[in-house]
């Protein structure tokens, strides 16, 4: 099986548990797929530095859930995943985010290219939420707290988007985070500086991360 890590430098799920639920972008940019134990690379997808799962949208042959990528600190999006269209967009007002997630309720939430926690409920603009700085990366759990990674590779947790409150999360001694998601069995997997992926099933400020070599 490839290790997820050599070639991933960031990932996501949008389904239950199917395998094929499985996203993210290699180091050459572009968007992969997890099928049949190994990474397919996506036509017409590359040139974006992190993917996340998009909202759920109503078309002619049913739902379909949209994918956002990100390149130039813009959001791009992909209605159908592997149709052979190229992204599209940019989304109006998206310039400055490097990273992005979305709440049980499609709310768009973002770190800016300042590090800062903002919000986008479907407008234009993007607000700023007082009190959160540093930010390089982020996931929204499946409670709806916010699972963030810092600059200086700390993980922190929150019980929602507009609490004040940061609560460190244990990091193996020596680790530096640069990329969190939550799979959809609610296991936390975090990529380290140096390649390395590893996995917690709560975390918290006294976390046991175990080293894995695949996401599923």
């Known amino acids: 099986m490839q290790v997820l890590t050599t070639v991933i430098v960031s ?3 949008i389904g239950l548990s199917k395998s094929t639920d499985i996203f993210g972008v290699d180091c050459g940019e572009n968007l992969v797929q997890y099928a049949d134990k190994k990474w397919k690379t996506l036509s ?3 040139c ?3 993917a996340s799962r998009g909202p759920t949208i109503q078309t002619p042959d049913g739902e379909v859930k949209m994918i956002y990528g990100i390149t130039n600190n813009e959001i791009f999006y992909k209605t159908q995943i592997d149709d052979g269209k ?3 967009g940019p989304i109006p007002g998206s310039l400055g985010i490097q ?6 309720d499609q709310t768009i939430v973002g770190v800016n290219k300042e590090g800062k926690l903002v919000t986008n409920s479907g407008t234009n603009s993007w607000y700023n939420i007082p009190g959160n700085r540093n930010l390089k990366a982020l996931t929204v759990l499946h409670n709806d707290k916010i699972l ?3 600059e200086d590779g700390s993980m922190k947790i929150k019980d929602s988007l507009y609490a004040r409150k940061w ?3 244990q990091s193996p001694k020596g680790v530096k985070f640069i990329e969190v998601a939550q799979k959809p069995d609610k296991t936390i997997v975090g990529v380290t500086d140096d390649g390395k992926l590893l996995t917690t099933k709560e975390p918290k400020k006294k976390t046991q ?6 996401v599923v």
């Open 209 to 214: 991360w175990r080293d894995r070599k695949s």
């Open 167 to 169: 609560n460190k999360v």
């Open 148 to 150: 963030a990674v810092f």
């Open 99 to 104: 990273d992005i997630d979305m709440t049980s």
């Open 44 to 46: 017409n997808s590359c």
């Open 11 to 13: 990932f996501f799920f």
């Open 86 to 88: 190229s992204w599209q």
């Open 48 to 50: 974006v530095s992190s």
